[in-house]
């Protein structure tokens, strides 16, 4: 499985972007894919993961009601939707996937596949 994050940029706060996750390689909708993010000096966050199979849906309590994950109608693919974006946003976002389902925060060494990440930058 392969992972590939795009959708990341500069942007002011207050203001908006959406990021994508392209999953290659799962060949059953038995999958749950996170978004985590990186900020400076900062460990690896959760910020959110979806279950394909079920589409349950779940949130840090740091982006809860600013930001949407939702999965892509082709199998392996996610977005996530930020808005009112905040400087402490700012950070490198990583998606992961694992098979099975999510039901809330999941560990990072429980995810078995990383994209490359992508820089997301909030801007005063």
């Known amino acids: 499985v392969q992972l590939q994050a795009s959708g990341g940029g500069l942007v002011q706060a207050g203001g908006s972007l959406r990021l994508s996750c392209s999953a290659s390689?799962?060949?059953?909708?038995?999958?749950?894919i996170g978004w985590f993010r990186q900020a400076p000096g900062k460990e690896r966050e959760w910020v959110s993961c979806?279950?394909?199979?079920?589409?349950?849906?779940y949130y840090a309590d740091s982006v809860k009601g600013r930001f949407v994950i939702s999965r892509g109608d082709i199998r392996g693919t996610a977005y996530l939707e930020m808005k009112s974006l905040e400087l402490e946003d700012t950070a490198v976002y990583f998606c992961?996937?694992?098979?099975?389902?999510?039901?809330?925060?999941?560990?990072?060494?429980?995810?078995?596949?990383w994209g490359q990440g992508t820089q997301v930058t909030v801007s005063s």
């Open positions: 390689g799962f060949t059953s909708d038995y999958y749950a």
């Open positions: 992961a996937a694992r098979p099975g389902f999510c039901s809330g925060y999941i560990p990072e060494n429980r995810w078995d596949y």
């Open positions: 979806l279950s394909r199979a079920d589409g349950n849906l």
